[in-house]
């Protein structure tokens, strides 16, 4: 057996146990996400678990920087939550544009000269106004701009006067009963500090009183691939990670936080590009480490809907951001590999993002050289290759098929026949276009790690439909 036929039998037994492991990952967290909607659903029927009259005070922290065409929409929608005891404050960074000007008008808002404690570290604060509308705190700040999402965070958690506190993005729409549904993991176990609800794609949704009444696949190949995308991720991953507390990401869209708990651990790093994931690895490290117990929990039944890219550019721009993210976090975190002091987080959660997430394009590139010697020296048996390449296809298509069918279990999502069609030919453009796609986004993204870690290029966004 000369050099060429050990690196193909090694590189083939690498290759076979990467895919066997990650297939049956999908599988098994698959099914046991399934089974779990089920579940949610039959208890909900056999039990008004709502039906209580007690609310944990939140703080709802909306970061916007030059929002001023779309931050009175925002702050409507917010009003129309279907829950009793709540704040709503808009940090204005820095921004160029009306943004407070305008929130300052359409509230009727008033200076508040009140002293603001800094619990955790922001740029400064220069102003602070406040008002009331339909009995509904509204909180107004205006700071400094410190360049990121992070640090116009920790200025809403200073400000805010309730004990938990909600971060989104000042593009997006909070589902009315959002709230109502993440509060209530705090009810059911007082270990919990963190609650991460599901993403869903808003493009082409329409919205009445801050409820979606029409959501269709939007028909934008690019839009409608990324909802694909985003129901396997929220329904697979986060779900069956939530079941031994081993989500190691809040999405930025929407995460309900304990404000104690992220003080503890010095609140939202400004010099993290993935500054939500990081901050939920600080808190399971900071806990697992002090022996604190804790929970961080994921509820598929708040719903925060967001604006996806509609173009290939503005797609590689958030894609290459969000890898680069994922870089920094896990080698700020690398306390966590193959640790058995962590557990399952360790063991299960880490190892996955470390093998299918993190390294996942380079094993892709050396899958490409491999093919690439044994088709020079003749090594390969192409019926079987093509066979292999053919089983793997029909195998994403179809999770990514029965995963979308899946929505008939989510609590107020609707199925359409029209849309089945038009969901398989997507499953197959998914994987024979969209991801080739994104491992070039994603090697671009390695390789340019250092230079272009905080570059931050700006998303063209659509106007989101009302009734």
Do not use: A, C, N
């Given at each position: 057996m000369d050099k060429v036929d050990i690196f193909l039998l090694v590189t083939g037994i690498f290759f076979a146990t990467y895919t066997i492991i990650y297939g049956c990952y999908l599988t098994i967290s698959?099914?046991?996400s399934m089974h779990s909607l089920r579940n949610y659903r039959i208890k909900e029927r056999l039990e008004n678990e709502l039906n209580h009259q007690f609310f944990f005070p939140i703080s709802i922290l909306v970061p916007a920087y030059n929002e001023a065409t779309t931050i009175i929409t925002t702050v409507n929608h917010l009003l129309e939550m279907d829950y009793k005891l709540y704040e709503i404050v808009v940090v204005d960074d820095g921004s160029t544009d009306k943004t407070a000007q305008s929130m300052i008008e359409k509230y009727n808002l008033k200076r508040d000269?009140?002293?603001?404690?800094?619990?955790v570290p922001s740029k400064?604060?220069?102003e602070v106004y406040s008002g009331e509308h339909s009995h509904i705190p509204i909180v107004l700040v205006r700071k400094k701009n410190g360049g990121n999402k992070a640090d116009a965070v920790n200025a809403g958690i200073n400000v805010s006067k309730f004990p938990y506190f909600v971060s989104m993005d000042a593009d997006e729409i909070l589902q009315a009963d959002a709230l109502k549904y993440a509060a209530r993991l705090f009810l059911e176990d007082d270990k919990v500090i963190a609650i991460g609800g599901q993403i869903c794609i808003a493009n082409g949704v329409t919205f009445e009183k801050g409820m979606p009444v029409e959501t269709r696949m939007n028909k934008n190949p690019i839009v409608s691939i990324q909802t694909l995308e985003y129901i396997r991720s929220f329904i697979t991953s986060r779900i069956f990670h939530d079941k031994f507390n081993g989500n190691l990401n809040i999405s930025g869209g929407f995460g309900l936080f304990k404000k104690e708990a992220v003080i503890t651990v010095g609140g939202y790093d400004p010099n993290s590009v993935g500054e939500d994931m990081d901050l939920v690895l600080r808190l399971h490290v900071h806990h697992r480490e002090n022996n604190i117990p804790y929970a961080i929990k994921y509820t598929s039944d708040a719903i925060c809907w967001t604006q996806a890219p509609?173009?290939?550019?503005?797609?590689?721009?958030q894609r290459a951001r969000w890898h680069r993210g994922l870089i920094q976090c896990m080698w700020n975190h690398r306390v966590l590999f193959m640790n058995p002091k962590f557990k399952a987080i360790s063991l299960i959660s880490y190892t996955y993002y470390f093998l299918y997430e993190l390294i996942a394009p380079f094993a892709e590139l050396l899958g490409i050289i491999v093919i690439g010697v044994a088709l020079y020296f003749e090594r390969l048996n192409v019926p079987f290759a093509i066979m292999i390449a053919f089983l793997y296809l029909g195998f994403c298509v179809l999770q990514t098929i029965v995963l979308y069918m899946s929505k008939s279990l989510q609590r107020v999502d609707k199925m359409y026949a029209e849309d089945v069609a038009w969901t398989v030919f997507m499953a197959f453009a998914?994987?024979?276009?969209?991801r080739p796609v994104l491992f070039f986004i994603r090697i671009y993204a390695t390789l340019t790690y250092v230079s272009k870690l905080h570059s931050w290029g700006s998303i063209e966004r659509e106007v989101l439909e009302e009734n």
């Open positions: 698959g099914i046991i000269f009140k002293p603001v404690r800094l619990q400064e604060i220069l509609f173009t290939v550019e503005d797609l590689g721009k998914e994987s024979l276009v969209f």
